[in-house]
């Protein structure tokens, strides 16, 4: 089997890689893959090659590895599908998974320009990891008006439980998020960042700004998320206007690229 990569364009491990590819997309979700010394053995090439390969597939996302468990198929990246403003549980739970968070700060914080509040709001700031099924796949780091934090009983103690939602607790508090607007851009890892998701050196992420308002117009957060490229997608269905239609649409359906705009929905993964 080993020679009949060798055959093929590539390094060897890249090939062994696209072999691993083929056989696991015949597997379920969570299935385990046989240990490097079975497939060096199975192939004929060194451990080490076969390593290689395994992390590459691990680098794609495709399979996750478990400290003295082994190497099992991964999850599908959870989808987006923009224009339906669904928070972080809601969308992962839609998914059939489990969703639960970390609690990494919960304090004052300063107003900064960008933000939706008025200058000088009072702010709270809200940081947690996001989790799917026990995998930290998101930071996010939200800022509240302190003011409707204390009028809805938003405490450290409450945003600390594994299961809470921003979106639901508003919610349970007579709050609803009419709408929101969403910037979305991929950049490379923050160290801090890279560290908390379990990301390699050169790891990029999606990282997306969300202002969520009342239907009134009132702020009911702002959020800087950041997310694990590997496990987040999003899907959209486009459709192609006349010219003169084009040349009229507003600039809120913009986006930009290295300082050039063009057309299109502004799109982003989930929050709250």
Avoid at 37 to 44: E, F
């Amino acid at each position: 089997m080993a020679a009949g990569m060798r055959d093929r364009d590539g390094p060897l491990y890249l090939q062994i890689a696209d072999r691993l590819r083929e056989d696991i997309a015949s597997l379920g979700e969570g299935a385990r893959i046989p240990s490097e010394p079975q497939l060096a053995r199975d192939w004929g090439v060194s451990r080490f090659t076969v390593a290689k390969a395994v992390e590459q597939l691990a680098d794609e996302g495709l399979i996750t590895r478990r400290q003295g468990s082994g190497s099992f198929v991964a999850a599908a990246p959870l989808r987006r599908q923009p224009g339906y403003l669904l928070s972080f549980t809601e969308a992962v739970e839609a998914a059939g998974h489990k969703a639960t968070h970390q609690l990494l700060a919960f304090g004052e914080a300063s107003w900064q320009p960008g933000l939706p509040y008025p200058e000088g709001t009072a702010l709270v700031r809200l940081d947690r990891l996001r989790l799917v099924d026990g995998m930290a796949v998101a930071l996010h780091r939200s800022l509240i008006s302190a003011e409707l934090a204390r009028s809805i009983g938003l405490t450290r103690d409450v945003a600390a439980s594994h299961s809470f939602s921003l979106y639901r607790f508003f919610e349970e508090r007579g709050l609803s998020v009419h709408g929101a607007t969403e910037r979305l851009i991929a950049c490379t890892a923050e160290p801090g960042d890279r560290e908390l998701l379990n990301l390699g050196a050169d790891a990029v992420v999606v990282a997306v700004t969300r202002h969520s308002f009342a239907a009134d117009g009132t702020p009911l957060d702002a959020v800087n998320a950041v997310y694990d490229a590997r496990r987040y997608s999003y899907e959209a269905t486009l459709v192609r206007q006349p010219r003169n239609h084009a040349s009229n649409m507003e600039k809120s359906d913009e986006i930009h690229f290295d300082g050039a705009r063009h057309d299109g929905p502004r799109l982003g993964p989930w929050n709250g």
